[in-house]
């Protein structure tokens, strides 16, 4: 079925340092792709997303570009700043309006 | 324009109650779906509604139920608590419609609401 898998965390840097947290899907179909941020004690915030291969979606100084032949989607950050810090998740759509999400990084940017 | 309002924030139950959450899309938004998440099984679909009508719906009992109302907000209930329905049940809103079919709808979530089931 489909699904999303994100690397393990907790992941901790320090301020300024580059961030990558990887993702990868099942490739059914061609879906679109998601990064939600998730701050404590709030919802989910989309963060970016890309609809088909080769797209680069970007925000707030973060990046993920759609890789089918990898099935990845990555998110990078060049300079990782203390409010960084939240967990974030990685998604795909699963067929009409699911979402599908990955388990979720942990992340801790310390000063 | 207001995001995704969910009313209550916070609710404790006991065990064998039932609870009725409340969802409020963004404006012009007619597609609603719910997520629950918990720390042992993360993010996993509930349900989706879009012009009052269930339009697709996750592995959960039959205790989990929905609706939307004409205005696009949408209500979940949950009957019979148990411990494990403890949980962050979150609300997403969309534009819903022709796009969504393609997976290119974008969700947009509510602060969510916080169930405790003692």
């Known amino acids: 079925g489909d699904s999303v898998t994100q690397m393990e965390g907790p992941v901790t840097l320090s301020e300024e340092a580059f961030l990558t947290i990887n993702c990868t899907y099942t490739a059914t179909g061609y879906p679109s792709l998601f990064w939600y941020v998730q701050y404590p004690g709030e919802g989910l915030q989309l963060l970016l997303k890309a609809t088909k291969a080769d797209d680069k979606g970007s925000n707030k100084g973060f990046e993920a570009t759609y890789r089918k032949e990898t099935t990845s989607f990555h998110l990078e950050k060049g300079s990782v700043q203390v409010s960084d810090s939240a967990v974030y998740f990685c998604a795909r759509i699963g067929g009409a309006q699911k979402l599908v999400f990955g388990q979720g990084t942990r992340l801790t940017i310390n000063p | 324009k207001a995001g995704v309002t969910q009313t209550p924030r916070y609710l404790i139950k006991t065990r064998g109650q039932q609870v009725t959450l409340s969802c409020s899309p963004i404006s012009g938004h007619r597609s609603v779906s719910w997520y629950q998440q918990t720390p042992g099984q993360g993010l996993q679909f509930l349900f989706e509604?879009?012009?009052?009508?269930?339009?697709n719906k996750g592995n959960f009992p039959g205790r989990f139920s929905g609706r939307q109302f004409s205005n696009s907000r949408s209500e979940m209930n949950v009957s019979t608590l148990e411990l494990g329905d403890s949980a962050l049940y979150l609300c997403?809103?969309?534009?819903?419609?022709?796009?969504?079919?393609?997976?290119?709808?974008?969700?947009?979530f509510g602060p969510g609401t916080r169930l405790t089931v003692l």
């Open positions: 997403a809103s969309s534009l819903g419609g022709s796009s969504s079919v393609g997976g290119t709808d974008t969700q947009y």
């Open positions: 509604y879009f012009s009052e009508t269930q339009r």
